[in-house]
């Protein structure tokens, strides 16, 4: 309950330990603090890695673009990733310790990611997003192109090159189909890249057939598609426009999910392509039971408006979604967690996630008690249903 | 029909009438220039009243000719004891800074003299203009004369939430005529309702409209306006209650980490919206297992958060009776009548106690 209002309290310092957690000491994989690399076994489905500095791009974008990309491309847009009007908090979005000596963003020195996600957290495989960067870019037309692309590259360079727990989401020009299908294409061939990054405020709603050159390419090589938060509707973070404090545009972000949860459902794309996954990323899981219980009541109510679905709609979502679990809903009872875990009839498609090195990133030592949600359930969202989704070994 | 409420002594926070058409309010238009303007224009309502209830849609549909004061005592006030009358009429949707509120206050002069005059157990929503909150300010204040007016009635889909501090004119005049605001699904300001811009069926339209509802929870928290209307009260309608649950433990979560932004908030977030918002039950969207409908009793932490609606002419009484076979009777009495009766002071105009007359049962 409140305490001093003067002393906000960190995301590390809001939970305790979980003792049965991995990484601690009892039965886990290594001792909390030093776990052994060959006992890892978490799955970090998010997390963000940055360029140092915006030149840093440059050795890997074509000369050409050099002007362009210099000028700084996003004018006005820049403001709906991060509700720029207000200071967010600790510093920007970054967690204070993952901040680099020599400069730079969070995520963006591979020895600080290493030491303190990697090695200190017991994790077997991370996936990079560099969404930092994706919303400084076009998001379609050539520029957009070649500047994902380069991304792409200085991933496979950078980051992918120096340590083989790291696996990547490929950054495409997603608000550009055919563009954005022909990426995939170039690095589908390069397993290590194992989604398709879009995000989760897109300019028409997903189910929109602007996107399917998109799902086309990536069910052809059998990789999901990540919708990750926030992006760049043109419209405000909040269904009533733009907030006016940080705190509200952070609170309303997951109300983009059930708009493109919906749109899925209603748009008929999985009949077109059955085998397309998407991961609902960085939303939590509460927004999803509630969507479910209506979509449904509405669809049985509306069948003269949705004549072309045949089955309840979370019937088709709970076979095409999957969810990441950061930042995990808080409930005021541990036990209602469970009853979330139980209303979700999600076990087999929830991942774990930490969202370093964002302030609000989840420990896997602390955030999921083992003992509250059983081995069984506990040990499918922190690696077995990544392993499934992503054809990792186990 | 539900079953449960018929059985019970009951209040119905939500009943809508329609204006049936732009002669029925002419007349009371205050100004002789706007009857004839409407008149010359053929003006047939706001745009955004046929998007809320459009009559091409057999759930939502309200026709206002169908609608009467009759079919109301036939229906409603065959179970409930008191009818709350709402007469959603579009207006956030006008741009017109002098044609909007004089529509407002012809809709209420019509209210009280066709619905309220009509029977006693009715009681209004006063329409206003929130996008022209000074006119707002002005109508509550004409209007709450009539105490028969129990709330003042506002759309979710507007410009901005309704924690902005251009609004606050709207709660200053609510609260200083003891008046709680209702906001109800719908409306419409021309702008996408959601993060991700149109969607592209009303089907999906229709299931994304809670998410303005959660905006305004948010806000309306989050901006201090109960800090600094501290007797004002909030009940939203038609938009269910069980996303409720997850809002909470998100605003709860944000407040933690990041109040410095805030510091008017003393207490977590969800201390204010149990203290200060209500929900209607009509409709409701319940868990698809019966098991997992006390899980959300639970979660939302008590009972004296719920509003009974009818949400008559619209046909959502079974999800109600879901809901109520979930409940104890000291519960189900308190969503049923308690919780509305202290909200909107009713014992003005009814009878409270064991002695509080039992509606006629009907099947």
């Given at each position: 309950m409140p305490g001093d209002v003067t002393h906000p309290v960190g995301a590390a310092e809001r939970l305790q330990p979980d003792r049965d957690a991995p990484g601690s000491a009892a039965e886990g994989p290594g001792s909390r603090g030093e776990p052994r690399q060959a006992d890892a076994v978490v799955i970090d489905c998010d997390v963000h890695n940055a360029l140092p500095v915006r030149d840093a791009l440059k050795p890997y974008l074509p000369s050409r673009w050099h002007v362009y990309y210099d000028q700084g491309v996003n004018t006005q847009r820049e403001?709906?990733?991060?509700?720029?009007?207000h200071p967010g908090p600790y510093t920007g979005v970054y967690r204070r310790d993952s901040l680099p000596g020599r400069g730079g963003p969070g995520g963006s020195e591979y020895d600080l990611l290493r030491s303190q996600l990697l090695d200190a957290k017991g994790i077997r495989r991370a996936i990079l997003h560099p969404v930092s960067e994706i919303v400084q870019i076009p998001l379609y037309g050539e520029a957009g192109a070649a500047i994902a692309a380069a991304l792409n590259d200085w991933m496979v360079e950078e980051w992918l090159e120096r340590d083989d727990r790291l696996r990547a989401a490929i950054t495409v020009p997603f608000e550009d189909g055919p563009r954005a299908a022909l990426e995939i294409e170039h690095r589908a061939g390069d397993r290590r890249f194992v989604k398709v990054l879009m995000m989760m405020s897109t300019r028409e709603p997903l189910g929109h057939p602007k996107y399917w050159p998109i799902y086309e390419a990536a069910v052809a090589y059998g990789l999901p598609i990540s919708a990750h938060v926030a992006g760049f509707s043109g419209t405000g973070t909040m269904a009533t426009g733009w907030p006016s404090y940080w705190m509200e545009h952070n609170i309303a972000l997951p109300q983009a999910y059930p708009v493109q949860a919906a749109s899925l459902a209603y748009s008929g794309v999985f009949d077109r392509f059955p085998s397309l996954q998407f991961v609902f990323e960085e939303g939590g899981l509460g927004w999803l039971p509630p969507l479910l219980w209506r979509l449904d009541r509405t669809w049985r109510a509306m069948r003269d408006f949705a004549p072309h679905l045949d089955r309840l709609p979370s019937e088709v979502l709970r076979e095409h979604l999957w969810l990441t679990t950061q930042p995990l809903d808080e409930p005021e009872r541990p036990q209602q967690l469970v009853q979330l875990f139980e209303e979700l009839e999600l076990d087999d498609r929830i991942v774990f996630a930490t969202d370093y090195p964002h302030w609000d990133a989840d420990d896997p030592v602390q955030v999921l008690s083992r003992s509250l949600l059983g081995v069984e359930l506990w040990s499918k969202i922190m690696w077995r249903n990544a392993e499934t989704l992503f054809g990792f070994d186990a | 029909m539900s079953q449960i409420a018929a059985g019970s002594r009951s209040i119905d926070c939500d009943v809508h009438c329609a204006v049936p058409s732009t002669e029925a309010i002419a007349p009371y238009l205050s100004e002789e220039h706007w009857r004839d303007h409407v008149r010359i224009t053929q003006f047939s309502g706001p745009g955004s009243l046929a998007l809320t209830y459009p009559s091409w849609h057999p759930m939502l549909a309200t026709d206002g000719a169908a609608i009467t004061v009759d079919s109301v005592r036939s229906t409603v006030l065959r179970r409930s004891e008191i009818a709350i009358m709402q007469c959603f009429y579009g207006l956030e949707s006008m741009t017109h800074p002098y044609l909007g509120p004089a529509l407002a206050r012809a809709v209420n002069c019509w209210l009280q003299r066709e619905w309220l005059d009509a029977d006693e157990r009715l009681l209004g929503s006063i329409v206003v203009t929130p996008q022209r909150p000074a006119a707002a300010a002005e109508e509550i204040a004409r209007t709450a004369a009539d105490e028969r007016f129990v709330q003042v009635l506002l759309p979710?889909?507007?410009?901005?939430?309704?924690?902005?501090?251009?609004?606050w004119p709207i709660w200053e005049a609510a609260e200083a005529h003891g008046l709680p605001i209702a906001i109800t699904f719908g409306g419409g300001m021309g702008l996408p309702p959601t993060p991700a811009n149109w969607p592209s069926s009303f089907f999906e339209d229709y299931v994304v409209g809670t998410l303005g509802l959660q905006s305004h929870v948010t806000s309306l928290v989050v901006e201090g306006v109960f800090q600094r209307f501290p007797n004002l009260e909030v009940a939203l309608f038609e938009?269910?209650?069980?996303?409720?649950p997850p809002l909470l433990w998100r605003m709860d979560q944000n407040w933690k980490a990041v109040r410095t932004e805030a510091p008017w908030l003393k207490e977590a977030p969800s201390a204010y919206v149990r203290r200060h918002i209500k929900f209607g039950t009509a409709p409701l969207d319940l868990p698809s297992r019966r098991a997992h409908i006390p899980y959300l009793l639970e979660q939302l932490w008590?009972?004296?958060?719920l509003l009974y609606c009818s949400d008559s002419p619209h046909r959502y009484e079974e999800t109600f009776d879901e809901l109520a076979s979930c409940l104890d009777a000291e519960a189900l009495d308190r969503v049923l009548w308690r919780n509305a009766f202290d909200l909107y002071r009713l014992e003005r105009f009814v009878a409270d106690g064991p002695e509080a007359r039992q509606p006629e049962i009907v099947s």
């Open positions: 403001v709906t990733i991060g509700a720029r009007p | 979710a889909r507007v410009q901005q939430a309704y924690g902005d501090q251009r609004y938009s269910g209650v069980s996303w409720l008590s009972d004296e958060l």
